[in-house]
C-alpha cells in the first residue's frame, strides 16, 4: 500500500479511468472495481452497495459468495452498510460483528471476515450506495487507506450517476411540499419572524471528479484561494458593531482559518490522487463533517462549521458560482434557510429584510449564534432537513421561545401569529413602560431583579430593561471565542468595560466555568483522555484551581479592572468548602500582591460561591459563616438531583422545577442561608419563569438573576403579588405535603389575580 493517501488514490483512479473508459456495461464495470479496490488494499473483501427504490442492494463484491449479488438487500439504516448511508458517515471497525448495528446474512458468507471498513458513496449531499471493505483478520484500516476509498466513492459516484444504476438520492420533497408543516429545533437566539424563505446558498454539484491536468487544477485552487480571502477580508474589515466585543474576536478566528496552510495542504494533497479542484474541496469537506460528527466537544464543532463556510466560499469560487442570497439581495422580508452559516456571511445581509435564521445544524456556543444575538435576529437551530421541507419562498412563522417553525401556515394560523406577535409587542411595550418601576411586591418587600450576561454589549440590556445589575457574568464566554488562552489584559478590558456600562449597580463575576462541554484545545493536557461524563469531570472551579495561572491571572485582571469599585467574585461548582477557600485565598494573595506594587484595588471585595453540586448542601453550616453571599445554579442544580441530562431530547421533559423534591432541596437551602443571613439569590432559567420564579420568592428568594427578556415578565408577576400571603401557602404546601406544587401554585395565582405570563 503506498505510503500517503494521495499516492494510494493515485494507483486506483490510474486503473479506474481505463475502467471507465472501457466499452463494457455498468455492471462489468463495478465487478471490475471491486477487484481493483480488493487488490490495492490487500483486502479479502471488497463490495459496493447501491440505494435503488429506496433499499441498499448488493451490486458487486470481491471476495463474498456471488450467488448474494443482486439478492442481498438492507432497508436504509438496516446493519453497518445501512447505518452508513443513513447517517453519511465512515466506519472503521476492527471486529465489525461487536457493534450494535451488526446485521448477519448467511447467504453472503461474511461470518468469515472480522474487520469493516465502509464509505458512503455521495451525489448531491445524499448517499447513494456504500463502498466496503473486509478482512478476516481484526484490525482497523489506517488513516491513508479510508481516505484512498474516500477518493475512489467520488469517482464511483459519478460512474453510478451516468449509468442510472442508483436512485440519485430520494425524491427532493421541496418539489412535492405544499401542505403546513411543524418543526422543532434548539432554541438559540429568542424571538419571533415573520418572513418568506431563503435559501443561503445554491448547491454546487460536481460534474466531473477525475482530473484531466493535475497542475490546471493547482492553478484554479490557488486562484479561488485569493479571491476568497479578497472577499474575508473585506467582509471582516468592514464589519462596525459600535464598540469592541467578542463578535470582533468571532470574526478574526474566522480570517485565520481563511489563511490556514494544513487546509490548503490537504486539497492539494487530494488534487495529487487525481481529482478535481471541485472535488479535491469536496472530498476534503466530507472529510471535515464526517469529523463533526465524531466530535462532543462543542468548541471544536464551533470551529469545524468555520472552516465547512469557508469551504462552501471556495467551493462557490472555484465552480463560478459566485452568488448566495446575500450577493442577490433580499427583496422582502426574509427567513434564512442553511445547514449552517459562517460569522462572516451572516453579516452580509441587509439587516432591515433578514428576520430569523433556520439552521439544520448550530449550537449555542457557535460563532454564528454570538454574532446574531449581536445583530438582534432570532435563531432556531438544528431543525432537521429543513432544507428538504421547504420551498423557496414559502412563507415561515417562527417562534424560537415555543421552539415552533411553521411552513405554509394556512391563513388562520398566519392570523393567530401575527396576532401573538402584536400582542408579544404590545406586552413589551407594556413590560418596557414598567422599566422605571420598582420590582417591590403589593406588600412592600424589594427584590432584586438582576440579568444573566457574558459578552461586553449585554450590560446595555440593564438600561434597556431596568435591571438591578448583572447577577451572573460568565467570564468563560471569552475563553471560548479565542483561538488562543485570553491575554490578562484583554481580559482586564473588557471586565472594566462591562463594570463602567453597569455604573453603581452590581456586577457578579463567575469565574471561568470551562472544561466539561465548554472544552477549550487550547487548555487540553497532552495525551489527556476523553472524559465518559463531562459535566461531572474536570472543569469550571476544580480545573481552574488545577490550573492556577489561570485563575490567578482572571483573579489580577478582575481585581485590576474594579479599582476603585467593589468587585464581586462568584465561584462556580464548588463542592466542599475548602475548595472555595482555596479559590477565595488565590485570589486574596493577588491583590495583597497589587497592593505591595501599589496598585490600584477594589475598595472592597465580596466573595460568594455558587450551589449547584448537591453536596455543598449537606455543609452549609461550614460554608455559609465564610462567604458574603450564595447563588444557587438552578439548571445544573437540577441536572444532578435527578441524575438526568438537561441537554439529552428524551430527558429534557422527565423533571420539572417545582417538583416536591426540587423544592424541599431550596427550601432547605434558603432557611439556612437566612439562619446564617447570608443573602441567597438564584440564577439560572428557573428564575425567569413567572410561576417558577413566583414560588422561589414565597421560599425567600430575594435576588434573581435571569436573562434580560424575562425581567419585564417576572417584574409584572412580583408587582401583582402579596409575599406574606405567598409564603404562608407555600408553607401550607410544603408541610402538607403536596405533590403537584405546580398546579396548586397556578390555582392560587389565578385566584389571587397574580399575573403570569
Not at 486506483?12 to 465487478?31: G, P
Not at 446558498?201 to 487544477?217: F, Y
Not at 388562520?412 to 401573538?420: G, H, I, Q, S, T
Not at 437566612?674 to 410561576?691: F, S
Request: glycine letters at 6%; one cysteine or more; hydrophobic letters at 45%.
Amino acid at each position: 500500500m503506498p505510503s500517503t493517501p494521495a499516492a494510494a488514490a493515485r494507483l486506483i483512479l490510474t486503473s479506474l479511468q481505463e475502467v471507465m473508459a472501457a466499452r463494457t456495461s455498468a455492471q462489468a464495470k463495478l465487478n471490475k472495481v471491486v477487484d481493483i479496490i480488493g487488490q490495492s488494499l490487500s483486502s479479502e473483501v471488497c463490495s459496493i452497495y447501491l440505494v435503488r427504490e429506496g433499499v441498499l442492494e448488493l451490486f458487486a463484491t470481491r471476495g463474498l459468495k456471488q450467488e448474494a449479488v443482486h439478492v442481498t438487500r438492507m432497508a436504509m439504516g438496516e446493519g453497518l452498510v445501512g447505518l452508513i448511508a443513513t447517517n453519511v458517515e465512515t466506519l472503521n471497525l476492527d471486529e465489525a460483528a461487536s457493534h450494535p448495528d451488526y446485521a448477519y446474512r448467511p447467504e453472503t458468507g461474511e461470518e468469515l471476515f472480522h474487520s469493516f471498513a465502509g464509505v458512503p458513496i455521495v451525489r448531491r449531499e445524499r448517499a447513494i450506495g456504500v463502498l466496503c471493505v473486509q478482512h478476516v483478520e481484526p484490525r482497523r484500516y489506517e488513516e491513508v487507506e479510508i481516505e484512498a476509498l474516500q477518493t475512489v466513492a467520488m469517482v464511483l459516484a459519478e460512474l453510478i450517476a451516468n449509468a442510472e444504476l442508483a436512485d440519485d438520492g430520494p425524491v427532493d420533497q421541496r418539489e412535492q411540499e405544499t401542505g403546513t408543516v411543524v418543526l422543532h429545533g434548539l432554541q438559540l437566539v429568542m424571538g419571533m419572524a415573520r418572513g418568506h424563505a431563503v435559501f443561503h446558498q445554491p448547491r454546487v454539484h460536481i460534474e466531473h471528479t477525475v482530473a484531466e491536468d493535475v497542475e490546471a487544477e493547482r492553478q484554479r485552487l490557488l486562484s479561488a484561494f485569493a479571491k476568497m480571502r479578497e472577499q474575508v477580508d473585506r467582509m471582516t474589515g468592514s464589519i462596525d458593531f459600535g464598540m469592541e466585543g467578542e463578535h470582533q474576536e468571532v470574526l478574526e478566528t474566522y480570517k485565520m482559518f481563511a489563511y490556514d496552510e494544513g487546509w490548503i495542504r490537504r486539497i492539494n494533497e487530494a488534487i495529487d490522487s487525481g481529482l478535481t479542484a471541485e472535488a479535491a474541496i469536496e472530498r476534503v469537506q466530507q472529510r471535515t463533517r464526517m469529523r463533526m460528527r465524531q466530535i462532543d466537544d462543542p468548541l471544536l464543532q464551533d470551529r469545524m462549521h468555520d472552516l465547512e463556510d469557508l469551504s462552501n466560499r471556495l467551493l462557490r469560487t472555484v465552480s463560478g458560482q459566485l452568488g448566495t442570497a446575500a450577493q442577490l439581495g433580499l427583496r422582502q422580508d426574509a427567513i434564512l434557510i442553511a445547514r449552517n452559516l459562517g460569522p462572516a456571511e451572516l453579516l452580509e445581509y441587509d439587516r432591515r429584510r433578514l428576520k430569523g435564521v433556520i439552521l439544520e445544524e448550530g449550537s449555542l456556543t457557535a460563532h454564528v449564534t454570538i454574532v446574531a444575538r449581536a445583530m438582534g435576529v432570532p435563531v432556531l437551530g438544528r431543525v432537521r432537513d429543513i432544507r428538504h421541507q421547504v420551498n423557496e419562498g414559502d412563507l415561515l412563522l417562527m417562534d424560537v421561545g415555543a421552539n415552533s417553525l411553521l411552513i405554509r401556515p394556512t391563513a388562520d394560523m398566519d392570523e393567530a401569529f401575527e396576532n401573538k406577535l402584536h400582542i408579544t409587542q404590545k406586552r413589551r411595550a407594556e413590560f418596557a413602560a414598567m422599566r422605571d418601576l420598582p420590582s417591590v411586591t403589593q406588600d412592600g418587600a424589594r427584590i432584586e431583579l438582576m440579568v444573566n450576561a457574558g459578552l461586553r454589549d449585554d450590560a446595555q440590556a440593564l438600561d434597556v430593561v431596568g435591571a438591578d445589575g448583572i447577577g451572573l457574568f460568565r467570564t468563560e464566554f471569552q475563553f471560548l471565542v479565542s483561538s488562543t488562552l485570553p491575554q490578562r489584559e484583554k481580559q482586564q478590558r473588557l471586565y472594566k468595560d462591562v463594570l463602567d456600562a453597569a455604573g453603581d449597580r452590581p456586577v457578579i463575576f463567575r469565574t471561568v466555568d470551562i472544561g466539561g462541554d465548554k472544552a477549550l484545545p487550547y487548555m487540553q493536557r497532552e495525551n489527556e483522555e476523553l472524559e465518559d461524563n463531562p459535566a461531572m469531570g474536570w472543569r469550571a472551579l476544580r480545573l481552574a484551581l488545577d490550573r492556577d495561572a489561570l485563575m490567578k491571572a482572571q483573579a489580577r485582571a478582575l481585581l485590576e479592572a474594579a479599582a476603585g469599585k467593589v468587585l464581586h467574585i462568584m465561584f462556580p461548582m464548588v463542592s466542599e468548602p475548602w475548595e472555595y477557600e482555596e479559590a477565595r485565598a488565590l485570589v486574596e494573595h493577588q491583590r495583597e500582591w497589587l497592593v505591595k506594587q501599589r496598585k490600584k484595588v477594589p475598595i472592597a471585595v465580596k466573595y460568594g460561591a455558587m450551589l449547584e453540586v448537591p453536596a455543598l448542601a449537606e455543609v452549609l453550616d461550614i460554608l455559609l459563616p465564610r462567604v458574603d453571599f450564595l447563588s444557587i445554579g438552578t439548571n445544573d442544580l437540577t441536572q444532578f438531583l435527578f441524575a438526568a441530562d438537561r441537554a439529552h431530547p428524551r430527558l429534557a421533559e422527565r423533571y420539572d422545577w417545582l417538583s416536591i423534591a426540587i423544592v424541599r432541596f431550596l427550601d432547605r437551602v434558603v432557611r439556612a442561608c437566612e439562619a446564617h443571613k447570608v443573602p441567597v439569590g438564584v440564577c439560572g432559567e428557573m428564575g425567569g419563569r413567572t410561576l417558577e420564579a413566583m414560588a422561589l420568592i414565597g421560599l425567600g428568594v430575594r435576588r434573581l438573576s435571569i436573562t434580560p427578556a424575562s425581567v419585564g415578565p417576572v417584574k409584572a408577576m412580583i408587582r401583582s403579588v402579596d409575599v406574606t400571603a405567598l409564603q404562608v401557602f407555600m408553607r401550607d404546601m410544603l408541610d402538607g405535603r403536596v405533590v403537584d406544587i405546580r398546579g396548586s401554585l397556578s390555582q392560587w395565582a389565578a385566584d389571587k389575580g397574580v399575573e403570569l405570563s
